[in-house]
């Protein structure tokens, strides 16, 4: 079973700070995304990723930042934390479309971090 | 642009009774189409896809879905809800056929079960 894995549960953090958001997956997945869930809005698309050291930006990317050092792992970050950011911030991974077999092929998700900035 | 629009951010149901999520979508091309799952405390799940295959779609734990394209919409069915169907939905919607695989996500619709 693929396993995506958010490093903290939960995570509080004052207005300013720098925060960073892990994710790392065992399944050698070329894709990366990630999504912040807020109640009525469903889930957003901040960033993702197709490769190593690769990035494009989501529909919500003002405010974050990310970087894919190694294939496994995919970190969000927030250079200044702000309130507007209190959220709960799912990542998933996903294999290359490469193949018609691999078209659509689903998206693996964490448990999410929620993340409360004060 | 591709959209989708889920009709019902609650719904309840008891134990052993039909289930219905309704789902509308907005696309100027035949549409890749999904239902994810998330339980409490979980991340989503695929349930099911609709990849312009068989219109009739069935996924895991005895839920399915119909594409209908001259209603533009993608319901979640299920004959008889089970304690463990709680959980919140996501109708989503493939952004572009071609590229990079952007998905759209529904608002959700929690399904409440009560015995």
């Known amino acids: 079973d693929v396993k995506v894995t958010q490093s903290s549960r939960y995570l509080v953090k004052r207005t300013g700070e720098k925060v960073f958001l892990e994710c790392v997956q065992d399944m050698d997945h070329e894709n990366m995304f990630w999504y912040r869930q807020d109640p009525g809005l469903g889930l957003r698309l901040i960033y993702f990723?197709?490769?190593?050291?690769?990035?494009e930006k989501g529909d919500i990317p003002e405010g974050y930042s990310v970087s894919r050092e190694k294939k496994e792992r995919f970190s969000l970050i927030l250079e200044s934390a702000s309130t507007n950011q209190t959220s709960m911030y799912l990542c998933a991974s996903s294999v290359r479309e490469l193949t018609r077999s691999s078209y659509n092929s689903p998206l693996h998700f964490g448990n999410g971090t929620r993340l409360t900035v004060t | 642009a591709q959209s989708v629009t889920q009709l019902d951010s609650h719904v309840s149901v008891s134990e052993g009774t039909p289930v219905l999520l309704r789902c509308n979508y907005s696309?100027?091309?035949?549409?890749?189409l999904f239902w994810y799952v998330q339980h409490p405390n979980k991340g989503l799940q695929l349930l099911l896809k609709y990849t312009s295959a068989a219109t009739l779609v069935k996924g895991i734990n005895g839920f399915e879905a119909e594409f209908k394209k001259s209603e533009t919409s993608f319901h979640l069915t299920k004959p008889s809800a089970h304690m463990s169907d709680a959980a919140e939905y996501f109708c989503v919607v493939r952004r572009g056929n071609t590229g990079f695989q952007k998905l759209v996500f529904g608002t959700g619709t929690r399904l409440l079960v009560s015995p």
């Open positions: 696309s100027s091309y035949s549409p890749s």
């Open positions: 990723s197709y490769d190593v050291k690769m990035k």
